[in-house]
């Protein structure tokens, strides 16, 4: 097959998109389309999107609803720009609280692109803190019941988005505790399980020599600790922890934050000082994460 001939593919979705799209970057046998996260897109990108699309033979793309943003970039508006014999690869937005069942996203609607400084991740008991003034809530540590619960249900809340949107599944990759990076950004097992799913879905002969993650880990540049009382709960002391995780165990360890180290109270005390000034992002955060809260006893 002559370079011009090559099947075209497009990846469409977050920051675990931007691995599988980098790792067919690499092959021969395929040519990849650059197109921005759908959250960056605005009204002046839809007619080079829609080009492209009309163009691609194989859509590798996270689910979106309808009318995202109010433009035409759901998941399925993509797929109706595809030629009929062009294939559709659904994967689903991972995330997983096994290790950090403290920490959140939280997305106001205002602005959805806001984060707090330092780590840009949210933890229930700094925000619990922020609302009502109680700094004892910080020292919080789960139970054993409460740990294994928060896991069982972030595997559970994966199934049923799979099922919901007809996506492959990856939810059992998250029954062995894996040792994910934060909630959103997984280990490379997970990812290169979920790319080798990947890849047994595009067209018999496309890919004949799939890529491979390789030893490093593309999403590991920002790391949250993950606390002794989860480990002890999962049974995950002294079992398989990250040689390069210099992250630590307790509350009070340290952060990786693109790779520097950072200690956990210095991000505490940052997004306290930033909570106080976007109030509106805390009556968010404990609207949507009300029911993890209760699970994890925080009020």
Known sequence: MSIPDRPTVMVIGNCQADVYRDLLRTSDEVRVVDVRPVYEMTAEDIPDLHADLARTDVLIVQPVRDDYRDLPLGHRQFAARLR??????????????????YQVLVRPPRDRSLVPPVAPYHDLRTLVAAATGDLSVLDS????EQATAAARESVEALRVREQAHGTLVASDLL????????????DRGTLATVFDRIVE????????????IGDREPLGAT?????HAVERALGLIGRGADPDDATGGARGGEWLVDGAPVPSREIVEAHLAWYAATPDVVEEGLRRHSARIELLGLR
Do not use: K, Q
Not at 175 to 186: L, Q, S
């Open 84 to 101: 009929a014999s062009a294939t559709i690869i659904l994967v689903p937005v991972l995330r997983y609280a096994g290790l950090h069942p």
């Open 175 to 186: 029954e062995g505790y894996p040792r994910w990076h934060t909630i959103n950004h997984p």
């Open 201 to 212: 879905r595009v067209p018999a002969g496309l890919l004949s020599d799939p890529p491979r």
């Open 141 to 144: 540590a789960p139970t054993p």
């Open 223 to 227: 790391r949250a600790p993950v606390e």
